[in-house]
């Protein structure tokens, strides 16, 4: 049983148990999400393709974790003009354990 939601302005397929990195959610660690915006449910013989969500099928995580990624280096430079910037971002994440896909919810 596997579904795809989209959270973040991303789209993610999941199956119960699984762990995955999402865009920051709001939470504490140890909070349970419910996510409702499911795009494609299978059961494993019948596949059910929402336009644009499949109605009646949620996904029930919990919040395993609240973190930073990878810092990533930004440089920019103009050629022969002593002009240069270094600049690191690290992306903020949410990362789900998912407990239950609910059809019928």
Not at 6 to 29: D, F, S
Not at 44 to 49: C, I, L, S
Not at 79 to 100: D, E
């Amino acid at each position: 049983m596997y579904a795809v939601i989209a959270t973040g302005g991303k789209q993610y397929k999941v199956g119960e148990g699984e762990i995955v990195r999402v865009e920051k959610l709001p939470g504490e660690v140890g909070d349970t999400v419910r996510l409702d915006q499911v795009l494609l449910f299978s059961d494993g013989e019948n596949v059910k393709v929402g336009q644009p969500t499949v109605e009646n099928v949620a996904v029930d995580a919990q919040i395993v974790e609240q973190g930073k990624a990878k810092k990533v280096l930004v440089f920019r430079f103009k050629r022969r003009k002593g002009y240069r910037k270094k600049q690191g971002h690290r992306q903020p994440f949410t990362a789900l354990k998912i407990n239950k896909i609910e059809a019928g919810a």
